[in-house]
């Protein structure tokens, strides 16, 4: 039972255009959401968060989405950039300390 | 600046072995967490710490332990180790539990033949 999904494996984007990288969950108790980045042999780092109050937070190149109607939100970055190639994972804590993760996105960010 | 450090990075044990994988931070965090990714799945939690001395279980509990007797070290113990075992493993922490990042150590990599 997935609560929290990433739909698309991977992405591929140019150079100076913007990613878009989604998240679906299912637990409407879900209410801090949070976008990590993983490059290869390296721990997860985290990137940008958003509580379930708000439906958009923005920090620098980053913006995320959220969409609680939908239980829906999505990473943008813009513009894209060759080091911002990783894997993407979105996770989501309710009730608890927990952390849900979804599955991960492979972006590749092409120059 | 350290931050969580795991050790060791790599190893490779035998069915039926035991070995204790280390997590230590300096950030003075309350929580820690252990969590295991499975190749293209998301992580999974193991179990979790909110203090010295008090430990939970996560998702995934069923063949480790842990023991939590500082603030700073979080080791994850494998007592019979079994192939479904093979993971990388995560190490976290943060300083509360709710709205705030966990911060990962680099993994170690277990390979159980």
């Known amino acids: 039972d997935q609560q929290v999904k990433q739909n698309s494996p991977s992405l591929s984007v140019q150079e100076g255009r913007i990613s878009i990288l989604n998240c679906d969950y299912t637990?409407?108790?879900?209410?801090?959401f949070l976008w990590y980045k993983k490059y290869p042999a390296e721990g997860p780092t985290f990137l940008i968060s958003?509580?379930?109050?708000?439906d958009k937070n923005e920090d620098g190149r980053f913006t995320v989405f959220l969409n609680k109607s939908a239980k829906h939100l999505s990473l943008h970055i813009v513009p894209s950039q060759p080091g911002d190639s990783a894997v993407y994972f979105c996770?989501?804590?309710?009730?608890?300390?927990?952390?849900?993760f979804g599955a991960g996105t492979i972006l590749r960010v092409k120059s | 600046n350290a931050g969580v450090t795991q050790t060791p990075k790599f190893r490779i044990l035998k069915i039926g072995q035991s070995m204790t994988l280390q997590c230590a931070q300096d950030?003075?965090?309350?929580?820690m967490y252990w969590y295991r990714q499975d190749p293209g799945m998301g992580l999974k939690l193991i179990y979790y710490?909110?203090?010295?001395?008090?430990?939970d279980k996560g998702e995934v509990p069923n063949g480790y332990n842990v023991s939590r007797s500082t603030t700073e070290d979080f080791p994850l113990r494998l007592e019979l180790a079994a192939p479904s075992q093979t993971s990388v493993y995560f190490c976290?922490?943060?300083?509360?539990?709710?709205?705030?990042?966990?911060?990962f150590g680099d993994g170690t990599r277990l390979s159980i033949l």
């Open positions: 976290a922490s943060s300083y509360n539990a709710r709205s705030q990042p966990q911060h």
């Open positions: 637990n409407s108790m879900f209410d801090y």
């Open positions: 958003i509580s379930s109050i708000k």
């Open positions: 996770a989501a804590q309710g009730y608890g300390n927990k952390l849900v």
């Open positions: 950030m003075n965090h309350n929580y």
């Open positions: 710490s909110v203090g010295a001395g008090i430990t």
